[in-house]
């Protein structure tokens, strides 16, 4: 099923950026007005909790002749372990991303 906006433009699922998390939507394509469906929004208010849950802040530290920072321990029931290996990407001259191939925890859409 087809859907529009207010303002007559089509409604196409997308990505959106709400509170710096990176979320499905649905989005105007002529207005940019977004909605979220009822799956969506609790994806939303789930993910906001999980990183309340994490949420702190950190030290860096030198560990060698690198540094690091220490990642809180809440994460193992994510799915996080001693070992698992990411890609680290500068976002902003303050914020850096961190990710890892497999997904940490599942949460539907």
Known sequence: M????????????????????????????????IYYTPEQAMYLIRLRKANE???????????????AAILPKKLEKFGLAEGDTGTIKVLSPNSIQLSFKKKLFYLKP
């Open 53 to 67: 849950a994490i949420e702190s802040q950190r030290k860096i530290v030198k560990v060698g002749s690198s540094i």
């Open 2 to 33: 087809k859907f529009t906006c207010e303002c007559y433009g089509d409604i196409t699922r997308s990505e959106c950026l709400e509170d710096s998390l990176i979320v499905p939507c649905l989005k105007c394509s002529k207005c940019g007005k």
